[in-house]
């Protein structure tokens, strides 16, 4: 009996090992991105650039962020693209191409103020949802205001009026929001 009683103990102590090893481990979440530079580049058609830009080196807290906003003409046509950095790194992470590979999971959102403009998505995900990497932007009559971009990941992007850029609806979470200062004159 005594034998039995010493080759138990280590029988049970190692099933209960492997009980305790086979659980079901918790989901791996996507870790929300750091994202400390944003340039936002319109062009017009005469091909002239303004770049509206936050940096923001350190991330969240720390030094304070540089954002430059810029001038706009009036009635115009811009096409528009969006790129993110992580420039905590060296080299920096281009967070434009992560968000293009995840695109059903990530949505920009452009928002205004009192400023004359509008947007409208030139991308698309493989369910024919917009991104918002790339937007044309129409201005009106001179106004001065805010253009904020917000990216979201995991919106819901089949929610009433997201793919209009309405982001009332679409949940998910906030990776930055950014407001540029913008005069159309």
């Not at 434009?96 to 509008?118: K, P, R």
Request: proline fraction near 6%; glycine fraction near 8%; hydrophobic fraction near 35%.
């Amino acid at each position: 009996m005594n034998r039995l009683k010493y080759f138990m103990i280590p029988l049970v102590s190692c099933m209960l090992l492997l009980t305790v090893g086979c659980e079901d481990d918790p989901p791996i979440e996507n870790p929300e991105e750091l994202i400390t530079t944003v340039n936002f580049t319109l062009t017009n058609s005469s091909g002239g650039d303004i770049i509206l830009s936050f940096s923001d080196p350190d991330g969240d807290g720390g030094m304070n962020p540089v954002i430059a906003g810029g001038s706009l003409s009036p009635n115009t046509s811009y096409s528009a693209s969006i790129e993110l950095l992580n420039e905590s790194v060296t080299p920096a992470e281009d967070i434009t191409a992560e968000v293009l590979l995840e695109a059903e999971e990530h949505q920009v959102f452009y928002l205004t103020d009192s400023l004359n403009v509008s947007f409208s998505y030139t991308d698309s995900d493989i369910d024919l949802n917009p991104i918002g990497i790339s937007t044309m932007v129409m201005t009106g009559d001179s106004s001065s205001g805010n253009i904020t971009v917000i990216l979201r990941h995991e919106p819901d992007k089949f929610a009433t009026g997201v793919s209009d850029g309405d982001i009332s609806n679409a949940g998910g979470e906030t990776d930055i929001e950014v407001s540029f200062p913008v005069t159309i004159q």
